[in-house]
């Protein structure tokens, strides 16, 4: 099993910037990728960033340029560093997890409770 905690939103001003962290705990030798997706009220939870394990991270069209994914593999923990905040960015932001399949398994995708982003205009 793999545990992701969440951190690092908050309430701030169009312009400004966060870091959101996910430290991943557990068996954590089993991931293969991790990712952000974001979920605002009324609508569908999309992509943010992914970053499959020794590939380039996707961004979504609407972040690229003012949101930067990285990691820090000692710590376990994968941050989103977002810059130039726009109201339209306000959402719940999810830290995802996949784990690979194995001969005697599927795949296992793993969440963290989310934490909260406002940006006020």
């Known amino acids: 099993q793999v545990q992701l905690v969440e951190s690092g939103g908050g309430l701030v001003q169009t312009g400004d910037s966060l870091r959101l962290s996910c430290a991943a705990s557990?068996?954590?030798?089993?991931?293969?990728?991790m990712g952000w997706y974001r979920q605002a009220p009324g609508k569908e939870r999309e992509l943010v960033a992914a970053?499959?394990?020794?590939?380039?991270?996707l961004y979504a069209d609407s972040v690229k340029g003012r949101f930067t994914f990285s990691r820090d593999n000692a710590k376990n923990t994968v941050y989103l560093q977002m810059n130039s905040l726009k109201p339209e960015d306000s959402a719940i932001y999810y830290c995802?997890?996949?784990?690979?399949?194995?001969?005697?398994?599927?795949?296992?995708?793993?969440w963290g409770q989310g934490t909260q982003v406002t940006v006020s205009s």
């Open positions: 995802n997890a996949v784990c690979s399949p194995t001969a005697t398994r599927a795949a296992d995708h793993y």
């Open positions: 970053n499959p394990r020794g590939s380039s991270t």
């Open positions: 557990g068996d954590t030798i089993c991931i293969s990728g």
